[in-house]
T-cell receptor
Framework: KQEVTQIPAALSVPEGENLVLNCSFT??????LQWFRQDPGKGLTSLLL?????REQTSGRLNASLDKSSGRSTLYIAASQPGDSATYLC???????????????FGQGTILTVHP | ETGVTQSPTHLIKTRGQQVTLRCSSQ?????VSWYQQALGQGPQFIFQ???????GRGNFPPRFSGLQFPNYSSELNVNALELDDSALYLC????????????FGPGTRLTVL
């Protein structure tokens, strides 16, 4: 059974700082990994999707890396802003089979606060 | 292109009651997945529907059931509500061909007293 862990559970940084969020998963036979953002009481917004054949993906100030062999992914946020304050979740398919499309196992999330 | 919508936004029920939550999928999407998110936790997969048939289920008891309609809107039904069912319920729609591109609705906050 796939399990996903995120560290740290919460992070508070001053504006402008670069930061790294960590995600680990137990079954390395994944075909993709996603990072999501969730604002309080809201739904999820997909930030980045990394396919198993890729090592990293970038979108603006966000960069996500994937190391399947070690079961780890990191989300790097450059020059953080107060608007980045949210919960960040990583997710992988429930199992390695092809029937896992759209069925995700999530970590518990990292609550990020960026203060001015 | 319309987004995913869910209704109601908030709901309060008492233990033992039944509840129905609704989700309207994004236009052109034929797959819907439901998740339960307890406070401070990540979402947990409940089940997925594709073309009106259940297409996979997580570790949830049979009192959690669903429906998908020909217009691809969907319902989540929970019978015999328990206090631990209090959570944010999220639906996500996608096309099966591009299932990794899921679009989440804003969720329904269910409180069971």
């Amino acid at each position: 059974k796939q399990e996903v862990t995120q560290i740290p559970a919460a992070l508070s940084v001053p504006e402008g700082e670069n930061l790294v969020l960590n995600c680990s998963f137990t079954d390395s036979a994944i075909y993709n990994l996603q990072w999501f953002r969730q604002d309080p009481g809201k739904g999820l917004t997909s930030l980045l999707l990394i396919q198993s054949s890729q090592r990293e993906q970038t979108s603006g100030r966000l960069n996500a890396s994937l190391d399947k062999s070690s079961g780890r992914s990191t989300l790097y946020i450059a020059a953080s802003q107060p608007g980045d304050s949210a919960t960040y979740l990583c997710a992988v398919p429930i199992n390695a089979g092809g029937t896992s499309y759209g069925k995700l196992t999530f970590g518990q999330g990292t609550i990020l606060t960026v203060h001015p | 292109e319309t987004g995913v919508t869910q209704s109601p936004t908030h709901l309060i029920k008492t233990r033992g009651q039944q509840v129905t939550l609704r989700c309207s999928s994004q236009s052109g999407h034929n797959t819907v997945s439901w998740y339960q998110q307890a406070l401070g936790q990540g979402p947990q997969f409940i089940f997925q529907y594709y073309r009106e048939e259940e297409n996979g289920r997580g570790n949830f008891p049979p009192r959690f059931s669903g429906l998908q309609f020909p217009n691809y809107s969907s319902e989540l039904n929970v019978n015999a509500l328990e206090l631990d069912d209090s959570a944010l319920y999220l639906c996500a729609s996608s096309s099966l061909q591009r299932a990794h591109e899921q679009f989440f609705g804003p969720g329904t906050r269910l409180t069971v007293l």
